[in-house]
């Protein structure tokens, strides 16, 4: 339900702006609602009681992410019961105004009432984050489908794409594997983004993205049509329901070809771990040592298994749409057309933009945002 309170100003004496301002206040508890803002309350106390006990902190890891996790939740109930307050006060005022003649607090009323709409608008948006992972950070892996350099240079095309997406964000990404085209562009690379709702935003890129253009790498300039998969799946730090048996994983090492100091590609410093019973393969190799790359694989793979997991759990309500798959080419989700005409058109949510250049410079939050109401199923 949109906020039916977006009048024009200029055209509303008090009484309508008391009226706009009712639509408000019942919005805001409407959106209070759907964040679940009570059930956050009552998960803070219980946060804080842990960081009370004087062991909180003898498990340093568990510790850090509670603590960011209280943070969290502190900064969106917080805003939202101070967003709640302010629009409960200027209805108030207006009343006021509306019925006490020598009183004139409209200038003051109005002024606060577009930035009460302003947060309304970014709050819908926080609202469509309602999965169980959303809040989490991103592993984005990219892949190249058939057709050598020019996937691969569409692949390439693709992960600076959610780079600059990122960056306009100002998100901490970071490169964890990368295998380079023989030519141009990537056959494959992963990547870690860390940011509030990363996953939440992400996984709407999840899946098999089609570009049509004239190749750059025809001397023909022959039309050409090239695929390019995205896997999004949430970091998931305390994977507590998934218990990797060591005899159930097979861990190579080769050399190196990303950063990683002086001795790249002089030392087996990469790490390819595959998961015998899934056939689940992670790869990282851009560490600075072998051991961190082992670790950051083993985080990986521990967040794919999670989800795998609970996919399965929830396939029969079909909850999760298809989303957190393995990469299957006939899951084409996005067309990004540069000639003869320019248009990217989203085949599941039917968005469409005239602007491709725009698009693949990383300014997807409209796609995003079609992605998420689709999914929510129009209710907001």
């Known amino acids: 339900m949109k906020c039916k309170a977006r009048y024009n100003q200029s055209n509303m004496d008090m009484h309508d702006l008391v009226k706009a301002l009712e639509d408000v206040n019942a919005k805001l508890a409407e959106i209070g609602q759907i964040l679940d803002i009570q059930k956050k309350k009552e998960r803070i106390s219980e946060l804080e009681g842990y960081t009370a006990n004087p062991d909180f902190w003898k498990d340093q890891e568990k510790a850090t992410l509670l603590s960011k996790e209280l943070s969290d939740l502190q900064e969106e109930a917080t805003g939202w019961e101070g967003f709640a307050v302010q629009a409960k006060d200027l209805l108030e005022m207006a009343k006021m105004d509306e019925t006490d003649k020598d009183v004139n607090f409209r200038e003051d009323i109005e002024k606060q009432y577009e930035d009460i709409l302003e947060k309304i608008k970014k709050l ?161 190799q851009n560490e600075r040592s072998q051991l961190q790359n082992k670790e950051t694989a083993l985080k990986i793979l521990m967040s794919k298994l999670q989800t795998v997991k609970e996919e399965e759990e929830e396939k029969e309500r079909l909850k999760l749409r298809g989303e957190h798959k393995a990469a299957e080419w006939g899951n084409q989700i996005r067309s990004y057309v540069l000639h003869p005409y320019k248009m990217v058109k989203d085949i599941r949510t039917k968005y469409e933009s005239s602007d491709p250049d725009r698009v693949l410079d990383g300014d997807i939050d409209e796609c995003i945002e079609a992605y998420l109401k689709w999914k929510k199923g129009g209710k907001l």
């Open 124 to 284: 819908e948006f926080v609202s469509l984050f309602d999965g169980k992972h959303d809040g989490n950070n991103a592993i984005v892996s990219f892949h190249a489908g058939a057709g050598g350099t020019e996937a691969q240079d569409w692949a390439q095309m693709l992960l600076r794409m959610i780079l600059r997406f990122a960056e306009k964000k100002s998100w901490k990404t970071t490169i964890l594997d990368e295998s380079k085209g023989n030519e141009a562009g990537i056959k494959s690379a992963t990547i870690r983004v860390e940011g509030r709702y990363a996953f939440g935003y992400l996984k709407s890129e999840h899946g098999t993205h089609r570009l049509v253009r004239i190749s750059p790498f025809d001397a023909e300039s022959m039309r050409h049509t090239s695929f390019a998969n995205i896997e999004v799946i949430p970091e998931i730090e305390l994977a507590a329901d998934v218990e990797i048996d060591p005899k159930d994983l097979r861990i190579d090492t080769f050399m190196s070809s990303g950063k990683g100091g002086q001795s790249v590609n002089t030392t087996y410093s990469a790490v390819r771990i595959v998961h015998l019973p899934t056939g689940i393969t992670v790869q990282c």
